[in-house]
């Protein structure tokens, strides 16, 4: 057995002003479009999935105890990138004492916390 890919859902109080953030400040592409929810392409097979917090399984809190990580090697580009679209930066690109990496930190309109990581010796794989 293998697993083919990803979806992370997140629940939001407004879907539109979700959406309008991953596809034209993250820059996502849009592969499901339907009036509960969106997903996204974020790489390959791995996407993410913003559900109206009102009639999704979940249902939208106020509390965001999740952080979703992506990785690429130009953190530094992404960080430019959400500046130049507004995006208030939480940690700028840092390197971390707990991992050979670099972590840039900023949240999307409801508050879930993202993360940007830049490996410098990746811990696994090649």
Known sequence: MEI??????FYYNDLERATEFYENVMGFEKVIDIKLAKVFRVHGDSHVGLVDGHTGYLKWNESKPVMLSWFSDDID???MHLKEKGVEIEQPPEKQSY??????LFRDPEGYLLEVMQWLKKPYGQ
């Open 4 to 9: 083919d890919g990803t979806i992370t859902f």
């Open 99 to 104: 991992l050979e990496m670099r972590t840039l």
């Open 77 to 79: 580009g992404w960080h």
